[in-house]
Antibody, heavy 125, light 107 residues
């Protein structure tokens, strides 16, 4: 069973860069899955940030696209998130997840089926 | 972006109750909808995809229905472990978006 584990600083200064890594175990990051980042501000709902394929293809939320980079390191079986120019509004629990394709009535359905435990990142001076 | 609206935002129910949560999309998404359960301090857990297909090892008391813009998640007989917040997510188009959540509390 695949497992994902986020790591990175829990405190980032305003205007700085948030950097997180997601280590994947129990499966290869080079499999036919996409790998996602999703965040949740304290007491609020979920926001999709972006995703990456092992070949390097990415998709980003337009609301964050100018500040976000998601990258993959196949040699370490991990992928990473960088969010630049952070403000207090970026304070959230950040989750990494696997997006897998399932088939239902011959149609492909891709959604986040396994998630990491999440890591709280606070933006504060 | 496709807006996902869940109702109610919270509800109180008793053990054994049948509970229904609604999710409405701002435009048609066919059946490209997933449901997640989140308990306090934990990551979301996938329950249903394709609007009505149960994820493996999810008990059959959970069921989903709908297509187009209107969807429902039903818990047939609420148990103590089901008290949580439930989210819908559309994956028909980018950016993928979630509903605001429905918190199911003990009456």
């Amino acid at each position: 069973q695949v497992q994902l584990q986020e790591s990175g600083p829990g405190l980032v200064k305003p205007s700085g860069t948030l950097s997180l890594t997601c280590a994947v175990s129990g499966g290869s990051i080079s499999s036919t899955n996409w790998w996602s980042w999703i965040r949740q501000p304290p007491g609020k709902g979920l926001e999709w940030i972006g995703e990456i394929y092992h070949s390097g293809g990415t998709n980003y939320n337009p609301s964050l696209k100018s500040r976000v980079t998601v990258s993959v390191d196949k040699s370490k079986n991990q992928f990473s998130l960088k969010l630049r120019s952070v403000t207090a509004a970026d304070t959230a629990v950040y989750y990494c997840a696997r997006k897998k394709r399932y088939f239902h009535e011959s149609s492909g359905h891709e959604f986040e089926d396994y998630w990491g435990q999440g890591t709280l990142v606070t933006v504060s001076s | 972006d496709i807006q996902m609206t869940q109702s109610p935002s919270s509800l109180s129910a008793s053990v054994g109750d049948r509970v229904t949560i609604t999710c409405r999309a701002s435009q048609g998404i066919s059946n490209y909808l997933a449901w997640f359960q989140q308990k306090p301090g934990k990551a979301p857990k996938s329950l249903i995809y394709a609007a009505s297909s149960l994820q493996s090892e999810v008990p059959s008391k959970f069921s989903g229905s709908g297509s187009g813009t209107d969807f429902t998640l039903t818990i047939s007989s609420l148990q103590p472990e089901d008290f949580a917040t439930y989210y819908c997510q559309q994956y028909n188009s980018y950016p993928r978006t979630f509903g605001g959540g429905t918190k199911v509390e003990i009456k």
